[in-house]
């Protein structure tokens, strides 16, 4: 580097415009953005954010669910062709941006609507996921005793629980041909079964007596009521716990981004700590290996079935925490030529690693459960919250120190789910500060911001920890963030980069940004391969789509019709959006598809650190719009040089 090149280096470095980092490369000015500390906290936060409880209930019910071992095919097949280019997109436009889903959208202003959907969307998720965190904290505490465990027996008050003590002294007094018909167990047996003079057992065959850890979920945790029209009174003991969780989550985030990543290093790795746990404790249970074979045999006939394709489709984006705006939001923190690809790729294995190792822990005990019943794996496995909360406690209950497995594994559960929600209130504080920038320039107002959220979320969250709660948890988890809206929103992100922005001239952007080359894969994917498999996992979507239900209990009209409006919500902000843009911009309608940059930008338009001469304001207000061999877009004439400094290599159209 020649001397006057130097001194100007020393200029910009002082003026703050250009930042040296450790290795001795320059740094773009981030206009005093808060960025990770560690070179792997980013990473970190992806894994803490998305590797949650779903990778645990979710993710091993549809593998056996939809063929066993062959979920796999459409699973990988919806990664490299959906899930995998449209992460790196998120993370790259926030990286890029430097501005997290609201603000980043002015690289293409016309669908600044989905900055506002993405927001809505995390949330709704900050407001209901965390009720599951409340669940797994009040097991933890419940599962340290020296006795049995609380769901392990029947209790006077609870309706309908018919316990293994109950039924195994029944049995000692039935005759051999009625035992013989229970163990047929079908209801073509019931009517023999009764007409063979053992009428008095029919609770063999009554689908309205629950299990005690069933009884122990609905009575005693939830004190569900009949449905939604009756949503009684807020249960104490959730509430207690929703305060706590809403407390650790609000401790992990007040000291913004670099705390935060220093406390999903733990978060995040202590899950895995458990499932490897587990694993080995439940490889070696009598029965684990039919549990396994249930969970791995594939049947290659179920991929005709759509419906394989579109559980695949939809867990990559439920796993993945595609379209809710958090991934660009934790993208906008790194440093500018931080290698986001890289993260990209590694996240996108150990995600898909973590649901398939998972789904071993819970088939392993789901095995051994079966087999101490005597009954089929099937009628034992289940998936949503069923599983975590119901199943799995029951097959505590058959393994010795069940108390001890107990308090491991609801801690791995508050851990999985724990990191996921202080990530994704992290988010939804960065879209509003970066979209309103006005409202946050006094000291304070960030901490007083994240308050607000907690405070409110807690009590909006109240609801949801009522008698009739769980029927709006349900409400909440399939409407607000179900598969159809992450669709519409991830189709509607890769359009708008890939043919308003451009595909090609964003991968050149990305280039630019970090410094090397990236893989044909990612336009092509843009352009062409994501949009089609978001379509295509749409239309399977509408098709296979069936009304919410929770159990047997039907949702009343005006209950669905109160989820649609959480879903038009979030969808409907694009269109709507787009009109107030073009209202917005009548004048000059060409300004829609124009992006507004930031002064690091220009610089990396270089592949070197760009030196402003003067301040960046005066620099900015005489850039015209260059495209990528210097000819003015909008101005007139020709230029090749801004006060001294090449802009040859430009590729931006500015609207300045």
Partial sequence: MAKEEEKELDLAVKNGQVIPTADGEEEIDRDGRETWKGNFDFLMTLIGLSVGTGNIWRFPYLCFRNGGGVFFIPYFISLICAGIPL????????????????????????????????????????IHYIVVLCWALYYMFESFTFGDLPWQDCKPEWKNCFDDRAKTAHRSGLSEECLAYIKNNSVAARDSFIGAGCGHEEYYFNTTLKTPSESFWEYQVLGLSSGIND?????????????????????CIIKGVAATGKVVWFTGLFPYLMLTILFFRGMFLEGAIEGVKFYMTPDFSKLY??????????????????????????????????????????????????????GFCIFFILGHMAHEMGVPVSEVATGGPGLTFVAYPKAVTMMPGSQLWAVLFFTMLLF?????????????????????????????????????IAVFSFLVGLTMVTEGGMYLFQIFDFYSASGLVLLFIAFSEIVSVAYLYGAFRYTSDLEAMLGFAIPVYFPVCWLVVSPFMCVFIFLFFIVDFAPLQYGRYPYPLWSEAFGWCLSGSTCLMIPLGMAVQ??????????????????????????????LRGSPDDCLDNIKSYNVNGAEMNGGGTASKHDGVPLATASYHTAV
């Fill in 87 to 126: 992460l790196f997109l998120e993370i790259s436009l926030g990286q890029f941006m430097t501005r997290s889903s609201i603000s980043m959208w002015d690289i293409c202003p016309l669908v600044k609507g989905i900055g506002i959907a993405t927001t809505i969307i995390v949330f709704y998720l900050n």
């Fill in 582 to 611: 073009a209202y917005r911009y009548r004048g000059n309608l060409s300004r829609l598809v124009v992006p507004t940059i930031s002064k690091h930008q220009i610089h990396a338009n270089t592949r070197q650190p760009y030196i």
């Fill in 416 to 452: 999985l789910g724990l990191d996921s929600e202080f990530v994704a209130v992290e988010g939804f504080a960065a879209q509003v500060m970066d979209a309103l920038p006005q409202l946050f320039q006094y000291k304070r107002s960030r901490e007083v911001f994240i308050t607000l």
């Fill in 231 to 251: 949503m009684g009174s807020i249960q104490p003991h959730l509430a207690l716990a929703l305060l706590a969780a809403w407390i650790i989550v609000y401790c």
């Fill in 305 to 358: 079935n759509s419906k394989v394709w579109l559980d695949a489709g939809t867990q990559i984006f439920y796993s993945m925490s595609l379209g809710v705006g958090a991934m660009t939001a934790m993208g906008s923190f790194n440093q500018y030529r931080h290698n986001c690809l890289r993260d990209t790729l590694i996240y996108s294995l150990v995600n898909s690693c973590t649901s398939i190792f998972g």
